[in-house]
């Protein structure tokens, strides 16, 4: 049981990508002959914060309701990566984004987040707590997609940047911000919150783009190298599909 | 101080993400002793989290919120119930309360989905002009259609479509979705295990 | 008394008026200025006020020539650059001495206009301007021409046939006479050398009052003193000692005259540190000569200088105790002068004052040397008195005696100074006002503006959602309240998945007996679609006598299970609870179903040795999932590791895709998809009648309406285009 092949397989996997993504941290390390594909919700996200202070309509950012001690923590941490960057944008505005979490540990991270960005910015005393806050526990999606349709019914916000793990509640999220014409930027892991964002908004991030956050916005090697990971294990499940298919079509004998 | 303060998380990072990758591949015991300590932070959060709900709305009733009143009421009560159903004063408060309250609540929300898909549907049509949009509708509309049975010949129809697309397209294209999904959670795990992604020390 | 006519009404004014006394206009004459001492109006012609004689600084600029009397001399400057006559001064034009002293005097006089100055005057006047400029530059190249022996310099001779004649005729009667060698004279005139570097301005200023000062002396044919020999013939009238010109001449250009605050135009022999050789011979009697001279005068003892203290001067109070105020050497020097007259008039040795007697300069000896311009300032004094009224007394004691008109000081010193009592600083209301506005500003605390909502523009799709939602209402409403709509739509309501829903029927049916873990892994929010599911399930698990375990993964899912478990009659359930950690707990929670010795406490609860039993004993686990998450923990971490157990799921519609895979491997033995397949399993397979088959019309009709629009829809936007740009994307806000 203990050292059973899943197991086995498992860990080899594991000191697989860690040995790649350590090789390929140090190879972009100088980020040269890296090229990234435009994602369009990217480039539109970047310039939310100008756009913000232009308009003075600040921006409303939402992390989701995935909690970081679930198997959700990958997604939220993507999010995280997106706040992290809007913040550092917006942080020199009178303006500051105004965050909803749908969990608690992500609420308190998010928190954490906002503080690092003014504080990375070198505006630490403009850090306001308010800012961030607690919609719903992360068992209750339609209390959270109320509880954020609410904020977004204010019209106070000219932008809503949804990054993380959402459910179908997204609907309602969505509507509310269509109506107060505010610009949508959603990216989601849920299958149902894909479909709904795929209806509202054009700057959708579909699963894999929304953990290609941290390369696009904060282009550290080490981020750019985990999107290289992720090519070369996508590779290796393409071609594990393709050879099991291939002999599944051998007849068992 | 600054130096420590940087690195001692990062050093719990280390450990703790070792001592469960041991725990769940090797050690059971190991992992649920820590998933008992997560669970117990979680909870810990979720009560700071209720806090600062409480404190949010608080301000926003004194500035004059009448929503903001009822949830600090609702907040309050709730709280009340499960104490008076802990020391036996009352039985079944908070199932009561769940049950005629936040059941219907949810449900009601979950219930106006169906319009707001159906808006959004619509102004799919009214605002984007392009292939894509118009793949979108028939696709929608022939799934649609085809669940029902409709009469003659364009019910076969579409029925088989409807089956063709969901097994083949839909099931496809969400088993990618979701092997891209775990692909990318795969990379970002391994970013925070080998400390290169450090949420906690932003 | 001096007069000034009223610009206004001509009106003859004092001079000391502000106003004229007959209209009230204000005396501001063109041409007149205000001493700055007495406040007389005065020409501006006049450099010095008629009536105190202070330096009228409004006036004159500094850069215009002045003549001072020698008292006033700057003793400092020592200015020996030579000036250059006129070129068209020559021996045919050259006026005589008294023209000249005539012309220099009415250019003095207040009445005379500047247009009958003589030209060659007004040349001069020109030349001082570009003296000052000159001399500049000759700071400039001092230190180069200092270097330059005197030797060096282009010297022109001086033009001796203007001087011989100017000299002629200004003083016959002295007969000073040229050197024969101009360049040796010792006559203070023809020390003055053309300076190559001011050859342009010529310095002819200096020249010419140079000369007009001798002529002022030649006119004032200084009397000479019996016993006293006339200057000889040869010598020229000023004869600066040799060690000074040859000292001069060395030095080369002498410093020029800083135009500012000094005089230009001074003669310089005027203007050097010490008296004409001529005055002070004068001055510097033989000791003998001296006390011989003084013999027959008795001199006044010096008084006590009685300024200080507030008290008439006594006459009789003779003695100097007092502080003497120094004055400056050429006061001094001139006061030592008056007072080494010989024969002192007897109004002055008396001390008696005769106010009514103008002093004339014939009448007071006071030495041939006194010059003339003196005369003329104590005979204007003496008139100006008389015309203003002003008694004027002469002094007989202290430094001032025998001078008319002294300012009693000891009046103003002495006098007790009353304190006025100064004005309270006091507030006017418009400031008070100005105070208080000021103040509201600074302390008033701005009030927090709220950003104001942009209002959107108006939104035509308001009305598309009412109608929209109005229809979805009705065919929902219409559906209920028509049942028998059911019939209509039997055959055209959604079609279930038989396949499957019999596969989960089956698996259903042989789980009879046997405990059956069901999970609730759904909120009340998809109560709708997974509660027909939930009931038919747990309704026949209570036909068929198997004991139920509920356990979720929320807590929102245990209370659901709860809820619905209340209304299943006869059926025997023990509740699990909430199973934290998700993927780990139910991994967890796996080990209880292979080794349930292991399973005492699950997550710090303890389990009853029952629930123990039960779940060693679980043959089918039922997952009653809305969300892809839970479903794919429970497939993958509990069916891994259970071997003996069957999973069958019952899932809303939208996770019919996700099951796929499952279900084709194997995993997943039977899915309930929605509503239609709880539909088919609850009526079809287990024969239970109830309202469940209305609300699949009312779904199916609902379904129709919601096509019906997208496609109206979009034969609409493609057929006007309305709202749609042309580039096919959205507007971007």
């Avoid at chain 1, 991270?109 to 990375?120: F, K, L, M, N």
């Avoid at chain 3, 939208?654 to 099951?659: E, I």
Wanted: aromatic fraction near 6%; proline fraction near 5%; charged fraction near 20%.
């Amino acid at each position: 049981m203990i050292f059973s092949t899943p197991n086995l397989v498992a860990l080899l996997l594991i000191v697989f990508s860690i040995a790649s993504l350590y090789f390929l941290t140090r190879r972009y390390v100088d980020r040269s002959g890296v090229g990234l594909r435009n994602i369009k919700a990217y480039e539109k996200l970047q310039k939310q914060a100008v756009k913000a202070m232009a308009s003075g309509r600040s921006i409303h950012f939402s992390p989701g309701r995935g909690s970081l001690s679930k198997a959700t923590n990958p997604t939220s941490l993507a999010g995280l990566s997106g706040l992290q960057r809007i913040t550092e944008d917006a942080s020199s505005s009178d303006k500051p984004p105004l965050v909803s979490a749908g969990d608690g540990t992500l609420f308190m991270t998010a928190r954490d987040v906002i503080r690092g960005g003014y504080e990375h910015s070198g505006r630490a005393k403009a850090y306001e707590s308010q800012k961030s806050q607690f919609i719903a526990a992360d068992n209750s999606p339609m209390a959270f997609g109320a509880g954020v349709s609410d904020i977004l019914n204010q019209g106070e916000h000219g932008s809503s940047i949804i990054m993380g793990h959402i459910g179908s509640e997204l609907a309602l999220m969505a509507e509310a911000a269509e109506r107060k014409h505010q610009d949508q930027i959603i990216g989601s892991d849920n299958l149902a919150a894909l479909a709904v964002a795929v209806s509202a908004t054009e700057d959708v991030l579909m699963g894999e783009e929304l953990y290609a956050a941290a390369a696009y916005l904060q282009e550290e090697p080490a981020h750019i190298a985990s999107l290289q990971l992720q090519d070369i294990l996508r590779i290796l499940v393409a071609l594990g599909i393709l050879i099991a298919a291939i002999v599944s079509l051998f007849p068992r004998t | 101080m600054n130096q420590i303060r940087q690195s001692l998380p990062l050093a719990l990072a280390y450990v703790f993400g070792a001592l469960a990758l041991i725990g769940l591949l090797f050690v059971p015991a190991l992992a649920k002793t820590i998933t008992g300590w997560v669970g117990f932070l979680a909870v810990i959060a979720l009560l700071i989290g209720i806090l600062n709900l409480f404190s949010v709305h608080s301000r926003r009733l004194v500035r004059g919120n009448i929503y903001s009143g009822v949830l600090v009421v609702s907040l309050v009560a709730m709280i009340g119930l499960g104490i008076t159903d802990f020391i036996e004063l009352t039985d079944g408060g908070v199932s009561a309360a769940f049950k005629y309250v936040q059941a219907p609540l949810e449900a009601a929300f979950a219930s106006m989905l169906a319009f707001f898909l159906l808006f959004a549907g619509v102004r799919v049509i009214q605002r984007r002009r392009s292939w894509w949009a118009i793949i979108f509708i028939t696709s929608l509309v022939i799934f649609l259609l085809g669940r029902t049975s409709l009469p003659g010949f364009l019910g076969e129809i579409l029925g088989t479509v409807s089956d063709i697309m969901t097994l083949v397209f839909v099931s496809s294209g969400m088993r990618g979705i979701l092997i891209g999904i775990a692909l990318g959670a795969i990379a970002v795990s391994i970013r925070v295990l080998m400390g290169t992604d450090r949420p906690y020390n932003k | 008394m001096i007069t000034v006519a009223c610009p206004n009404c001509s009106f003859e004014n004092s001079a000391l008026s502000r106003r004229c006394t007959s209209c009230g206009t204000a005396l501001l004459i063109e041409g007149y200025v205000r001493c700055d001492n007495c406040r007389v109006l005065t020409p501006k012609a006049l450099e010095f006020c008629e009536l105190c004689g202070s330096y009228l600084a409004a006036a004159a600029p500094f850069d215009k020539p002045l003549i001072l009397p020698s008292s006033r001399q700057d003793a400092n400057v020592a200015d020996t650059s030579p000036l250059t006559l006129p070129a068209n001064l020559s021996t045919e034009n050259l006026p005589d001495a008294q023209e000249i002293t005539e012309q220099y005097s009415q250019s003095e006089r207040q009445d005379q206009p500047e247009s009958s100055i003589p030209a060659w005057l007004l040349d001069v006047d020109a030349a001082l301007k570009m003296r000052s400029i000159s001399e500049k530059k000759a700071d400039e190249t001092d230190s180069s021409s200092a270097t330059k022996s005197p030797e060096s310099k282009k010297v022109e001779p001086p033009r001796t046939d203007v001087y011989d004649e100017l000299l002629r005729r200004l003083d016959t009667s002295h007969a000073v006479t040229q050197p024969a060698d101009p360049k040796e004279s010792e006559d203070w005139l023809e020390v003055l050398e053309v300076d190559d570097d001011n050859s342009e301005q010529g310095n002819i200023e200096d020249l010419a009052f140079q000369a007009l000062a001798a002529a002022s002396l030649a006119a004032s044919h200084l009397p000479g003193k019996e016993g006293r020999a006339d200057p000889p013939e040869d010598q020229p009238l000023v004869q600066p000692r040799a060690e000074e010109r040859t000292e001069r001449r060395q030095k080369g250009s002498t410093q020029p005259l800083d135009p500012k605050g000094k005089l230009l135009g001074v003669p310089q022999q005027l203007a050097a540190t010490e008296l004409p050789a001529w005055l002070s011979d004068q001055l510097q009697r033989p000791d003998e000569d001296e006390e011989e001279y003084f013999d027959d005068i008795e001199l006044p003892e010096p008084s006590r200088a009685t300024y200080l203290e507030p008290t008439v001067p006594d006459a009789e109070q003779d003695e100097t105790d007092g502080e003497v105020i120094v004055l400056d050497a050429s006061f001094d020097k001139w006061l030592k002068q008056l007072s080494d007259e010989p024969a002192a008039p007897d109004w002055m040795t008396e001390g008696e004052s005769s106010p009514d007697v103008p002093f004339e300069s014939d009448s007071v000896q006071m030495g041939a040397e006194t010059p003339q311009w003196l005369h003329d300032i104590h005979e204007a004094e003496g008139d100006t008195a008389l015309l203003l009224g002003i008694e004027e007394t002469v002094e007989d004691s202290g430094r001032f005696a025998g001078i008319k008109g002294a300012i009693q000081i000891e009046p103003a010193i002495a006098a007790s100074l009353i304190g006025t009592r100064m004005v309270d600083y006091s507030i006017s209301k418009e400031q008070q006002q100005k105070i208080a506005i000021l103040e509201s500003i600074v302390h008033t605390k701005p009030v927090k503006q709220k950003p104001k909502a942009v209002e959107p523009p108006r939104d035509s799709s308001v009305r598309m959602r009412v109608l929209l939602a109005g229809a979805l209402f009705l065919v929902f409403l219409f559906a209920t309240v028509v049942p028998s709509s059911a019939e209509w739509l039997k055959d055209s309501t959604l079609q279930p998945a038989t396949k499957q829903t019999e596969q989960f029927y089956d698996q259903l049916m042989l789980a009879a007996g046997e405990p059956v873990l069901v999970a609730f892994e759904y909120t009340p929010a998809m109560a709708g679609e997974l509660n027909p599911i939930a009931n038919v399930v747990l309704g026949q698990l209570a036909d068929n006598d198997s004991p139920v375990i509920t356990v979720s993964q929320s807590a929102a899912g245990s209370e659901v299970a709860a809820i619905i478990a209340e209304d299943i009659e006869g059926l025997d359930l023990e509740q699990l609870g909430y199973i934290p950690g998700e993927a780990v707990g139910l991994r967890s929670l796996a080990e209880c179903f292979s080794d349930p010795d292991n399973c005492e406490t699950l997550f710090g609860e303890e389990i009853p040795a029952e629930l123990q039993e039960n779940l060693s004993a679980v043959s089918l686990i039922v997952i009653l999932a809305s969300d892809s998450d839970s479903l794919i923990d429970w497939i993958e971490q509990v069916g891994a590791q259970v071997k003996d157990s069957t999973l069958i799921a019952g899932i809303t519609q939208l996770l019919g895709p996700v099951t796929v895979p499952y279900s084709a491997s194997g995993q997943l033995k039977g899915t309930v998809s929605g509503f239609p397949d709880a539909i088919y399993l609850q009526q079809d397979l287990l024969g239970i009648e109830n309202e469940a088959s209305e609300r699949v019309s009312g779904i199916t009709i609902a379904i129709w309406l919601a096509a019906g629009f997208l496609i109206a829809g979009a034969v609409y936007y493609a057929v006007t285009g309305l709202n749609l740009p042309r580039s096919g994307k959205a507007k971007d806000r």
